[in-house]
């Protein structure tokens, strides 16, 4: 079932600040951008955009650490333009880097996070028209009937009550993703092809439905994401280095992570960084700024302070205590690799040297070995057909969508 053709208009700034990931604000964002001469360049190094960023990063950091994913509450006071713009265009900055990492985990984390932040929201904090409005968006239809409770009068009760009904068509698309014997279709009352969202699971008719919009969101938000990286090229994925790099180091060192590869694989690697490799392998000396650089970016990339080291052992001048002492400093430091023309001066760029050629380094645009490295993962994840999922008939009630935290579990069965 696709989305309703015509979706409810919403007017309200500071609802679409809120949701800002409705299909309605995407034309909302891009009024923000233009309202505000916000370019590309603006939004990425701007200095007094940084509040944006910073929203964007917030947002990106609590969907990969916090199990309930992304905060519910804001400081920024979404009732002022000003709180609009940063809520909004914090959403679009995360949306841009996590798309520009072209790394389907930090996808996926993200979006778990920015749905479970909208389930919760729908499910208790927003009034009863803003969830209809938001539930006419991403379901074909919805009604609801008050529920009379003896003793207590219909008004008084009418909020814990409420009790939804929704089309057949959008249960059955949606309920098979999510766990417990509450989604399957045998345990729903059905009238003349309306399925009741009964109160359940010790959550209302109302947080139950928010936990099957979670699924819609979600759906939507992946298949926004996939177009963004569609359109994106290398220069424009450069450009977000930085912060993917921070955001791919986080996603790796997050706790609980089972992840068995690094987020750029080895043939991703800018040449500057495999002739440091290459050279100390091979005993030679590399000088301080090569090293310096090649820590920087060890850590940039999510490689382990132990995998760093391991570069250096055949340094002439190795000692393991002193590189674990200094490798550690820097990894605490978290700085920012050192650009292109910072290695060409310190002669650690083969590429202007003349004894590597590398048609990417040549580019005009290539201003920074994490750009490299983002340029090898976009041409990675383009060229690599996408995996087929493996049908297993015993686990036909495991979340199928579950994003990297494990997903929903309902335990209701
Ligand atoms: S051009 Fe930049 S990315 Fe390429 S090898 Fe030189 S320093 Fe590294």
């Known amino acids: 079932m696709p989305l309703p053709r015509r979706f409810p208009t919403i007017e309200s700034p500071s609802l679409l600040a809120r949701f800002p990931f409705l299909p309605q604000g995407e034309e909302w ?62 959403f679009y900055y995360a949306m841009l880097v996590v798309c520009a990492s072209f790394d389907e985990r930090l996808v996926k984390r993200w979006v778990e996070g920015e749905a479970s932040r909208a389930d919760k929201l729908l499910g208790e904090s927003i009034d009863e028209q803003t969830f209809e409005l938001v539930t006419h968006t991403y379901l074909s239809d ?70 099957l919009l979670k699924e819609r969101i979600r759906q939507v938000l992946v298949e926004r994401c996939q177009i963004n990286m569609e359109k994106m090229d290398d220069e424009f994925a450069g450009k977000f280095a930085d ?34 490799i290459t050279d100390l392998a091979r005993g030679e000396n590399v000088n301080h700024a090569g090293r310096r650089f090649l820590a920087n970016m060890s850590r940039a990339l999510g490689l ?8 250096f052992v055949n340094a002439p001048d190795y000692n393991e205590g002193t590189t674990k002492y200094q490798l550690g400093h820097l990894y605490e430091g978290e700085y920012t690799p050192e650009k292109c023309n910072t290695l060409k001066l310190h002669a650690r760029c083969p590429v202007s040297q003349g004894t590597i050629s590398d048609t990417l380094c040549n580019l005009e645009w290539m201003t920074h070995p994490l750009k490299y490295v983002r340029a090898q993962q976009r041409r990675r994840a ?21 994003g990297a935290k494990g997903g929903d ?5």
């Open 29 to 90: 964002l891009k009024s923000l951008l233009t309202d505000n001469n916000i370019d590309l360049d603006t939004l990425i190094d701007g200095e007094w955009v940084e509040p944006i960023r910073i929203r964007g990063i917030h947002r990106m950091l609590e969907s990969i650490n916090l199990t309930e994913g992304v905060s519910s509450t804001t400081r920024h006071d979404i009732h002022e333009p000003y709180g609009q713009m940063v809520e909004g265009l914090g």
């Open 142 to 211: 919805v009604r609801s009937n008050i529920q009379s409770v003896a003793g207590v009068s219909i008004h008084a009760a009418k909020s814990s009550t409420l009790i939804y009904e929704i089309p057949m068509t959008d249960f059955i698309e949606l309920s098979p993703r999510i766990t417990g014997s509450y989604w399957r279709m045998v345990n729903r009352p059905i009238s003349d092809g309306w399925v009741t969202m009964c109160a359940g699971s010790g959550e209302s008719s109302r947080q139950r439905l928010a936990r």
């Open 243 to 276: 912060p993917v790099g921070k955001m791919v180091a986080e996603l790796q060192h997050s706790k609980g992570q089972e992840i068995k590869v690094t987020a750029a694989h080895e043939g991703d690697w800018p040449p500057c960084m495999t002739s440091a």
């Open 304 to 311: 382990s302070i132990d995998e760093a080291a391991s570069f």
């Open 382 to 402: 383009r060229d690599t057909p996408p995996e087929q999922p493996v049908v297993d008939p015993q686990s036909k009630e495991n979340n199928q969508t579950n």
């Open 409 to 413: 579990e309902d335990n209701d069965s």
